[in-house]
């Protein structure tokens, strides 16, 4: 038995000498080896059993060789035998047998080589290369729940505000939330009468402007926050929408302010400082001074420029409801005040955030019954 790759015997550069050589060694040995196990027992050596009906048959192929052959021939029938069927990379397994069911012995005891061999080329069986084992099952949801958060919304096309609740499941409340902002306010139906004043307590501080990639926003570092109802809120960011989000009595400003805080249960409150056009405002000069261009990008601002006192109106009464983020993944139960008196903001400030973002407000929403309060 000899092993030898497909590619060794079906290569045009094998010289056919030595596939003869191959053929001849081979059949020797097979007749020796029945020879003397005739002699030993005086009997026809038995055939291996046969493998079970259901078990997987190699490929194989028959070629006949005697001394007298050709070599060249001998290898013309092995690569024809071998063709295309068998992989380059498996062994093979030669069996040589003498024609006519055994092997001719002299009277002498001494083997002489049949007539003519039967050659039969089995291929060796090579072991597959085991699989790489499945990811738990918790790593699957690792990787399914990082590809879900590279989710990209939008304010307009497939991935803007009419589709940002089938965008993945976290932001299902942005389609069938009953409290959702922004709303639009109207005057006539709103409860109207006494209000406690926002307390406001911002001091100098600093801040980040980063640009986000769907508004230019300052991350603020320092003391800043308001109380209400009783309860203060810490000043954690502002930004900007173009036109405002809130509508009033049905008519939108040029652009509105949002000031994000959190009180320590981790509740959200949100102010809204509408912005018309006219005098420029010095506290959007600063920002605007640092704006980052690129999406992603974020600038520090000089330490303790940022007054957010410069940003609000002289008249701070206001609208107040219970509304929810007006942006993915759009959580309710946010405390809104939008204060009635609008602050100004000069065209040319307002051109240059429009030239990033020329609209990036969110269409209003129903209000859906809410009770909306009119401080007067």
């Known amino acids: 038995m000899h092993s030898l790759r497909p590619s060794e015997l079906s290569s045009p550069r094998t010289p056919a000498f030595l596939l003869m050589a191959l053929v001849l060694c081979c059949a020797a040995a097979a007749q020796a080896a029945t020879a003397e196990q005739d002699e030993g027992h005086g009997k026809a050596v038995p055939k291996p059993a046969a493998k079970a009906s259901g078990a997987k048959k190699e490929p194989t192929a ?15 029938q092995l690569r024809e035998a071998l063709g295309t069927g068998v992989a380059p990379n498996k062994k093979l397994t030669v069996v040589t047998t003498g024609k006519g069911g055994g092997t001719l012995v002299s009277g002498e005891g001494t083997p002489k080589p049949a007539a003519s061999t039967t050659i039969r080329v089995t291929p060796r069986p090579v072991k597959p290369t085991p699989k790489p084992a499945a990811a738990p099952a918790h790593e699957e949801a690792a990787l399914a729940t990082h590809a879900t958060h590279e989710v990209h ?34 005057d006539g139906y709103t409860l109207q009468g006494p209000a406690e004043p926002i307390a406001f307590n911002y001091t100098g501080s600093n801040g980040t402007v980063v640009n986000n990639g769907h508004t230019i926003q300052v991350d603020v570092q320092g003391d800043n926050a308001i109380v209400v109802r009783g309860v203060r809120y810490q000043l954690l960011q502002f930004h900007f929408h173009t036109p405002s989000e809130e509508q009033v009595n049905g008519n939108r400003y040029p652009m509105v302010a949002h000031l994000v805080h959190k009180n320590d249960d981790g509740q959200l409150a949100v102010v809204g400082v509408l912005l018309d056009t006219g005098n420029p405002n010095p506290l959007i000069e600063k920002v605007w001074t640092y704006m980052p261009l690129d999406a992603g990008d974020k600038v520090r601002m000089p330490r303790g420029i940022l007054n957010l006192n410069e940003l609000l109106p002289g008249d701070q009464r206001y609208y107040q409801f219970i509304g929810s983020l007006t942006t993915p993944p759009c959580s309710e139960g946010v405390l809104w005040m939008v204060l009635k008196q609008p602050v100004q903001i000069g065209k040319d400030q307002l051109r240059m955030f429009r030239q990033l973002y020329p609209n990036n407000a969110r269409p209003v929403q129903p209000v859906n019954g809410r009770p909306v309060r009119e401080a007067r």
């Open 62 to 76: 028959d070629i006949e060789a005697s001394s007298a052959s050709n070599p060249k021939e001998v290898g013309n």
């Open 153 to 186: 919304w939008d304010y307009e096309g497939e991935n803007g505000p009419a589709n940002w609740g089938k965008l993945k499941p976290e932001f299902n409340l942005c389609a069938i939330g009953k409290r959702q902002s922004p709303i639009n306010i109207e």
